[in-house]
């Protein structure tokens, strides 16, 4: 087991409050179309969609409004929904590095709206290419301790072809490779151990420390990122520790 990950923690704490957001159900059934569309609609055989699915449904979102979406997603519903898969780049305070995730049907609204919430909020758009390097695609499991002893997961998680698996005061974070995350998944699955989240991420492969003001400045920033109606994920390669996220 190693030490616990600051940079995931940022993102599971700060998903509470993105799960109080008005616009939820429309990120989620982008990505629900999507997945249909890119996978097919069954989730049998597309991990993508059924992690779509189980995080409309923790949402609340009704079934036949799911349904509608796979359809949308596959060309059942006929009405022509096509929302493309768009990855921006950009700068924030203190040098951190941004990868905003878009999914859109107008590019040229959605570009436009990004780069003025950069403007606008101490950050700037950047160039295709110009920090994505700075990032690797990983999965994340994220469970409960109460849901299973620290040697049970680690043996369980290490087998199916995790990584690494963390340990943090309130859970474990089990990390896998992007083509390992599928069969862990599946492995945690059938052991019928409860996952709080588990879902494909970016992770910094080089990380930045922020002062007090950078920190509330990069927070404020991915908040008002994350309200676009078009921006499905936000990645940033920033540290930042409890004691000054507690702060701002």
């Not at 989730?43 to 949402?59: P, W």
């Not at 959605?110 to 950069?118: A, E, K, L, W």
């Not at 390992?180 to 492995?187: I, K, L, N, T």
Request: glycine share 10%; hydrophobic share 35%.
């Amino acid at each position: 087991m190693s030490g616990h990950s600051k940079w995931h923690n940022i993102r599971l704490r700060k998903g509470v409050q993105d799960a109080k957001r008005g616009n939820l159900f429309t990120k989620l059934a982008r990505e629900i179309i999507m997945s249909a569309r890119a996978g097919g609609g069954s989730m049998d055989t597309n991990l993508r969609l059924r992690m779509a699915v189980t995080k409309a449904r923790e949402a609340s979102m009704p079934a036949d409004k799911i349904k509608l979406n796979i359809q949308r997603g596959t060309g059942e519903a006929g009405d022509g929904a096509q929302f493309e898969e768009i990855i921006y780049e950009g700068y924030g305070p203190g040098g951190a590095a941004f990868v905003v995730e878009c999914a859109t049907d107008n590019k040229n609204r959605t570009v436009g709206s990004i780069r003025s919430i950069f403007t606008k909020n101490g950050g700037r758009l950047g160039e295709a290419g110009s920090v994505a390097y700075r990032f690797e695609d990983v999965g994340i499991i994220t469970i409960a301790k109460s849901a299973i002893g620290e040697e049970e997961l680690f043996e369980l998680a290490i087998e199916a072809g995790a990584e690494d698996v963390s340990d943090d005061d309130e859970f474990y974070t089990v990390t896998t490779q992007s083509g390992d995350f599928g069969s862990v998944r599946q492995a945690i699955e059938d052991a019928q151990i409860a996952m709080i989240s588990a879902e494909y991420t970016k992770r910094p492969t080089d990380t930045v420390t922020l002062d007090a003001n950078d920190t509330e400045t990069v927070l404020k920033l991915m908040d008002r990122l994350e309200d676009d109606d078009d921006v499905q994920k936000v990645h940033v390669n920033v540290e930042i520790g409890d004691e000054e996220l507690a702060t701002v």
